[in-house]
């Protein structure tokens, strides 16, 4: 099993272009979810999915949007982006949602906005 | 709202000895805590889960305690070594908020 896998693992995009981070596992957990981790305040959940079909925001959702068509994928996207959105954004999966499961992490993108 | 707190953004100690991380919550109960370890430009890597009735879990040298009266969990290392040098994390179930994470550094 490959895991969870990311790509890219570097960005640099300039303000106001947009673009998609690309999240899959084949682990066939339902739960699947994006934070983004910025110096001294942790990882921040972005928006999550319990199941194909179903997503939902997280603490700190503005700018991103999120779908979830299969089990395996769960693409991230900037509309337009801000230099507010430079961050470490990390992908994670799970068995199921408020269950007492680990998650499973990506290795992460590494995003610039300019 | 949630808020939870690891209370040392660093924590330097020698080799052999004993580490002690502390995650303290506000705000809720959860019926569980997780704790992960992130090595520099990784994903954190889960290491242990602590239920609200459990009071003690140990996995080998990584013992972690849960004290519901306090808000409080407790995350040790002993006999510690340079290898265990990296960044710990706390996460509390529900929305599986993360604290900001302890650098421990194991000097040899």
């Known amino acids: 099993n490959a895991g969870v896998t990311q790509t890219p693992k570097f960005q640099v995009l300039k303000t106001g272009q947009s673009m998609t981070l690309q999240c899959a596992q084949d682990?066939?957990?339902?739960?699947m979810s994006w934070y983004r981790q910025d110096p001294g305040m942790g990882l921040r959940l972005i928006h999550y999915?319990?199941?194909?079909?179903?997503?939902d925001q997280g603490e700190v959702p503005n700018g991103y949007n999120v779908s979830r068509s299969t089990t395996e994928d769960f693409p991230l996207r900037l509309l337009s982006a801000a230099p507010s959105q430079t961050s470490v954004y990390f992908c994670?999966?799970?068995?199921?949602?408020?269950?007492?499961?680990?998650?499973?992490f990506g290795p992460g993108t590494r995003l610039t906005v300019l | 709202s949630q808020k939870i707190e690891q209370n040392s953004e660093a924590l330097n100690i020698q080799e052999g000895k004993t580490a002690t991380l502390t995650c303290n919550y506000t705000?809720?109960?959860?019926?569980?805590l997780q704790w992960y370890r992130q090595d520099p430009g990784r994903g954190p890597v889960f290491l242990l889960l602590i239920r609200e009735n459990e009071k003690e879990k140990r996995k080998e040298r990584l013992k972690v305690t849960f004290d519901t009266t306090l808000k409080q969990s407790l995350f040790h290392i002993t006999a510690s070594q340079p290898a265990d040098s990296a960044t710990y994390l706390c996460a509390l179930e529900g929305d599986m908020r993360f604290g900001a994470g302890t650098r421990l550094t194991v000097k040899p």
């Open positions: 705000n809720y109960s959860p019926a569980y």
């Open positions: 682990m066939n957990h339902e739960y």
């Open positions: 994670a999966s799970s068995l199921g949602w408020r269950e007492d499961n680990e998650q499973f």
């Open positions: 999915s319990v199941g194909a079909g179903i997503t």
